[in-house]
């Protein structure tokens, strides 16, 4: 009697929910893009005479709540003043997240953040557990407007060297800061950072600004703790911050020695040592999710579009404004190799070892992603006519939400376009939300069969 009971309240409660978390937060971004799309097409945020084609401002509306920064439409002559606030606000959502700014606004009007709402945060901020979400999420808020604010009051400063009044100045400062914290990659130049590509300051509050945003809001949040503890206390970073950050500052090392000498006798041959240094680093940080660039990346040699390729597959960190497989996902990965080619049964690093779940996980990201952007570059191959190279490199730019392109983007027909968007989407909600999406619930197996060993490899 008691497990009929049992039964019939949970019955009543899955037919009280027909969504499960992951599926609402993908829902909640599904909305997100219609609204985006719809604000997009306004003609008050358009400039007059701007050519309007649906699936080109819906791609826009796609690439700004992802945060990757493809687009088929010119944003600096497509949208107006106007135009770029809303964009600037469609980054903030996507960047921070959607459960980050609807808590924000729940708070605002005294509503209550019941057990629901935490689970959503924790799904849309990757999480592991319900405590102290609401409080992670307003640190969150309050570090990234505080970093766009003074990222955006330095470049507007200093731009008034390159505009002829303040007003422009600070568009270009604000817009800028705010599209490079969020790993937005969107710009209003028509060029990207191609104009500043000798002012090396430009550049280097720009890799400031991409970094903060792609290296993962716990690590910033770690970082102010530090820097803000009681010296009586005690202080550790956390593994997560500690393999993150030595795996971000790793591949942004390599990537700029590799570009460096794949290009060092073939697009920088003419140029001087400093100016190949901050192309080669600039694009490495790039990679990351950012989008911006200094130089055309179709000047570059196949093997360097290739390595920026997979650079831009692995991307950003977790629980972060980028996409990609993430950081910690390629580091768990290879110290697992590591550590099974030397025999060991458990990975120890700094001092800890990691959950077998979580090695599990990065491999199903890992497989997950690779089976993804493969199966979209041979659909798209098929459909277009251009090489394999701009084809990858345009694939891993939007499942890592990075949004560099080869210059293909506006030429692609609409079936390979809607694949960028799911690439982008799927990249900004994360492997894992996708595929909660698509899994049935969690069930309790009753009964075994004998194992039996299988020959692998």
């Known amino acids: 009697m008691e497990d009929q009971r049992m039964l019939r309240r949970k019955n009543r409660h899955q037919k009280s929910a027909p969504f499960t978390t992951f599926q609402l937060i993908v829902l909640f971004y599904f909305i997100a893009v219609a609204l985006s799309t719809v604000l997009l097409s306004l003609p008050w945020v358009r400039q007059d005479g701007a050519p309007f084609e649906f699936i080109d401002t819906l791609f826009t509306a796609v690439s700004a709540v992802s945060v990757t920064g493809l687009t088929v439409e010119t944003i600096g002559t497509t949208y107006n003043g106007l135009g770029y606030v809303v964009l600037c606000l469609i980054f903030q959502l996507g960047g921070v997240g959607i459960m980050t700014l609807g808590t924000f606004v729940w708070l605002i009007a005294g509503k209550r953040i019941g057990l629901k709402e935490r689970k959503l945060i924790m799904a849309d901020q990757n999480q592991l557990n319900l405590a102290g979400l609401v409080k992670l999420l307003k640190q969150i808020l309050t570090l990234i407007i505080a970093i766009e604010a003074v990222g955006g009051l330095i470049l507007s400063i200093h731009f008034l060297q390159y505009y002829p009044d303040w007003q422009t100045a600070a568009m270009h400062g604000l817009f800028t800061a705010i599209s490079a914290t969020t790993n937005a990659g969107m ?10 590509a000798n002012d090396y300051f430009v550049q280097f509050i720009h890799i400031i600004l991409i970094t903060l945003g792609a290296i993962g809001f716990p690590v910033l949040i770690e970082v102010k703790n530090f820097l803000f503890y009681n010296p009586e206390k005690s202080f550790q970073f956390s ?10 500052l790793i591949l942004t090392v390599i990537g700029t020695v590799f570009i460096f000498i794949l290009e060092i006798g073939n697009s920088f041959k003419s140029l001087s040592w ?26 570059f040699s196949e093997s360097t579009q290739l390595f920026m390729s ?5 991307g950003a960190s977790p629980s972060s404004v980028g996409g990609g497989i993430r950081t910690t996902t390629l580091a768990i990965v290879i110290l697992t190799l590591f550590f099974y080619a030397r025999g060991r049964e ?17 491999f199903i990201v890992m497989t997950t992603g690779l089976l993804l952007t493969a199966t979209a570059v041979i659909v798209i191959s098929v459909v277009e006519p251009f090489s394999m190279i701009p084809i990858l490199f345009e694939v891993t730019s939007a499942f890592g939400t990075t949004g560099l392109s080869m210059g293909i983007t506006s030429e692609l027909h609409a079936l390979s376009k809607f694949i960028l968007m799911l690439l982008m989407f799927i990249g900004r909600v994360g492997i894992f939300s996708f595929l909660f999406l698509i899994r049935g619930d969690t069930t309790k197996d009753h009964f075994h069969y004998p194992k039996e060993r299988i020959i692998v490899g």
């Open 187 to 196: 710009d209003i130049t028509a060029n990207s950072l191609q104009p500043y």
């Open 239 to 248: 593994l997560f911050t500690k393999i993150t950050t030595v795996t971000f």
């Open 274 to 299: 400093h100016q190949s240094f901050f192309y080669s680093l600039f694009q490495s940080v790039t990679t990351r999710s950012g989008g911006m660039s200094t130089i055309d990346v179709s000047v």
């Open 310 to 314: 997979i650079l831009m597959f692995i």
């Open 346 to 362: 458990n990975i120890k690093v700094f001092r800890r070892e990691v959950f077998l779940e979580d090695i599990i996980r990065a």
